[in-house]
């Protein structure tokens, strides 16, 4: 009796330092030594850190994505949170508010690539296959602010448990452009596809920028397929001024590609076309000849005047 008695007071200490050993358990994470501390509203802390940015991670407080100037989306996000108890899985959560009532992202059982120091990253755009990436592409708009959240949900012995959630934190995506784009990479911008009426000086050309770019190589050709090439030239900005003269009535295409730091491919070719001739000066009228009966009366006028002076001479003479 005595020893069964000693048993269950065993068993019973046992379960009380495995529950307190599982309530002292939260899922923190360490904060980049570029963030500033937040204030601690929870028994357990996350943060958000976004690269390739380095302007971001300076003002980790705001927690500000960049934003992708040609789809419109966010950039790359990456998130890390410390190790809960030896564990091997996580699931995380994105969500339009804070409640997570409208959730955006939800991994589900998620297995970090390192388990020591577990990380995820949501991609920029385009599909990926990462096994760090939480989702296949981006979804997150731009000019948003977007909740996430960590916890536990498989420990390094296999077993399958639920933690509680970890502190909720929030980074908002900056504005960009509109994501509907009528072709990928760099886009042209003026003059717009198939214009008309263009001036044949000067000509202008202006392209969207691509992010880190500090070369663009721009042709600018006669024929479609780039042959008859008019100007070539290499430009640090998103915009070029032709510097000679384009025929009238003729049409003209252009493309740009990115050359530095890294080559991309070339943009969609666009079409134009150049105004009309002016059409040439009028030639001035020339004034018709003057009848002849107007020097008739001019011929009698000067008579009369010349009979009226010779009679007032006679006149005063007597």
Known sequence: MRK?????????????????????CAITASPEPSAAPEADTDTSSATVTVT?????????????????????????????????????????????DPGFTMIVIDTGAFAPADPTSPGAYYPAGGRTASPSAIALWSTLEAGHTYYWRARV?????????????????????????????????????????????????????S?????????????????????????????????????????????????????????SDWSATFSFQTEAAPPPPAEPEKPEPTPPWVWVVIALGAILI???????FKVRRR
């Open 4 to 24: 069964h008695k000693w048993f269950w007071t065993f068993a019973v200490v046992l379960l009380v330092a495995l529950i307190g050993l599982a309530g002292g």
């Open 52 to 96: 390739p940015d380095e302007t971001v991670s300076a003002f980790a407080d705001d927690n500000l994505v960049g934003s992708d100037p040609v789809s419109g989306r966010s950039e790359e996000i990456d998130f890390s949170w410390e190790q809960l108890c030896l564990s091997s899985q996580y699931q995380v959560q994105i969500a339009k």
């Open 153 to 205: 949900r498989q420990a390094a012995t296999g077993q399958w448990l639920r933690s509680p959630w970890s502190e909720v934190k929030s980074f908002t995506v900056k504005s960009g452009l509109p994501a509907s784009t009528p072709s990928y990479g760099l886009q042209p911008l003026y003059p717009s596809n198939t214009r008309t009426g263009c001036p044949v000086k000067p000509a202008s050309f």
């Open 207 to 263: 392209w969207s920028p691509l992010k880190d770019t500090t070369r663009y190589k721009f042709i600018l050709a006669k024929d479609a397929a780039m042959t008859l090439v008019v100007k070539e030239a290499v430009v640090t900005t998103t915009a070029y001024e032709y510097d000679g003269t384009l025929d009238y009535s003729s049409s003209y295409f252009w493309r740009v590609m990115a050359l530095e730091p890294a080559p």
């Open 306 to 312: 010349i009979v009226t002076l010779v009679l007032i």
